[in-house]
Every structure is written in structure tokens, then in C-alpha cells.
């Protein structure tokens, strides 16, 4: 999941002004398709994990996700940037020490 946020960061990078020009239509669908991903990553993860962390919206991923998935137009392209630029990040941070959580119970 980390790995689908730090790809979000690297269109972030890019710039606003990049994100939403006339040629900007790949990184806003990229960002859309990173969305569809990181939900499904999330769906993957142990339910008793998921209660541990529960500053992770869970239930407002999947929310999004479906939105996406099924091709709504109204989901607006800033709201996903917003999320991506004020959001994201910090979910990144809980998310690795997540994984680290996973895989010391796999090990």
C-alpha cells in the first residue's frame, strides 16, 4: 500500500499546474487508478490489523474506490488531489508501520 501512495506522491511532485492542464489527463487518471489500487491493497489487509489503525479511513477508501471503479462522474478530479496532497502522506506513515506489523506476524 505504501508503495501505491509513494507513486501518488511522485504525481503530486509534478506540480498542480501539471496535474490539471489540457495534457495532465494521464496523471489525473493515474491518480484515479492508484486510488482503485490502494483499496484493494487495503481489502488485503486482517481485520484485527485494521481495528489497530484506525486513524486509516478504512471504510472511506473502499467509498472512493467504488466511485472510481464504476465510473461516476461525479467524483471531481481536485478532490482526489486535495486527498492525495493533504491526506495521503500521513496515511503513508501509518501504513508502513502497518506492514511492518503484517510481516513480523508472517515471519
Do not use: C
Not at 508503495?3 to 491518480?31: K, M, P, Q, T, Y
Not at 489487509?45 to 461525479?74: C, F
Not at 478532490?79 to 493533504?86: H, S
Amino acid at each position: 500500500m505504501a508503495g501505491f501512495i509513494d507513486r501518488a506522491a511522485e504525481l503530486v511532485a509534478l506540480g498542480e499546474a501539471r496535474h490539471f492542464s489540457e495534457a495532465g489527463w494521464i496523471n489525473r487518471a493515474a491518480l484515479k487508478s492508484l486510488f482503485i489500487d490502494l483499496d484493494s491493497a487495503a481489502k488485503k489487509v486482517p481485520h484485527d490489523i485494521r481495528e489497530r489503525y484506525p486513524e486509516v479511513p478504512w471504510r472511506e477508501l473502499s467509498g472512493v474506490r467504488n466511485l472510481l471503479a464504476h465510473g461516476y462522474e461525479s467524483v471531481q478530479d481536485r478532490i482526489l488531489w486535495n486527498t492525495a496532497v493533504r491526506q495521503l502522506p500521513a496515511m503513508g506513515a501509518v501504513l508502513e508501520r502497518a506492514a511492518d506489523e503484517i510481516e513480523g506476524n508472517l515471519a
